[in-house]
């Protein structure tokens, strides 16, 4: 049972581009959301990540969009680059902690020259 | 900069063997996780642990168990490897308590291939 679902699989970008992933959950105790990116041979890293009392955070070309009430949060990447390309993650944890992360399918980006 | 080490990048076993995954991390961090990534399926938690000797089973536990008998090392155990267990294995850290607990660090992981 899945409870975080990222959508789309993979998506290819060409440079300059937005960048758009899409994440639905399903447990309303959920109150951290991450996203880790991963580049190929490496483990995630933290990217950027929300709480549910603010609706966007943005840092640098990456931002994330939270809706609530939709139980939907989105990674937007503005101004994509090939060096950006690599699997996004996203998260969703209870309790105010990391600890234990429910992560979503993965999203492989690729970002054309 | 935190350091996670996992013994093996890549692995090779029979079916049936008994599979030591080991991890190691350098910054004194509390918790430890054992994770298994396949195509499609994301990041799964198998176990983690809060404490030494401690543990506690994630959502995909089953075929699987941990040890830890120093604060630095966490090992993963498959009792007797099965060709459903090919995998990459990602062994991850954090602080405890708070709001400092909420990043986790990988190491680079391990792909297992089960024959």
């Known amino acids: 049972q899945q409870q975080v679902k990222q959508s789309p699989q993979s998506l290819i970008v060409q440079k300059g581009g937005i960048s758009i992933i899409n994440c639905a959950y399903e447990n309303t105790a959920f109150d951290y959301f991450p996203w880790y990116q991963q580049f190929p041979g490496k483990g995630p890293a933290l990217l950027i990540a929300i709480r549910p009392d603010v609706s966007e955070k943005k840092e640098g070309r990456f931002t994330i969009s939270f809706n609530k009430s939709a139980k939907q949060f989105s990674l937007h990447i503005m101004d994509s680059q090939p060096g950006d390309s690599a699997t996004y993650f996203c998260?969703?944890?209870?309790?105010?902690?990391?600890?234990?992360?429910?992560f979503g399918e993965g999203t492989q980006l690729t970002v054309n020259p | 900069d935190v350091k996670v080490t996992q013994s093996s990048r890549y692995l090779v076993k029979r079916t049936g063997e008994k599979v030591f995954l080991e991890c190691v991390q350098d910054m004194d961090h509390e918790n430890m996780f054992w994770y298994r990534q396949d195509p499609g399926l994301g990041l799964r938690l198998i176990y983690f642990?809060?404490?030494?000797?401690?543990?506690e089973k994630g959502d995909i536990p089953e075929g699987y168990s941990v040890s830890r008998e120093k604060k630095e090392r966490f090992s993963l155990i498959l009792e007797s490897a099965s060709t459903n267990q090919t995998s990459m294995y990602l062994c991850a850290s954090s602080l405890a308590g708070g709001r400092a607990n909420e990043k986790l660090f990988f190491g680079s992981g391990t792909q297992l291939s089960v024959l």
């Open positions: 998260a969703a944890s209870i309790g105010g902690s990391g600890s234990r992360l429910t």
């Open positions: 642990s809060y404490d030494v000797k401690m543990k």
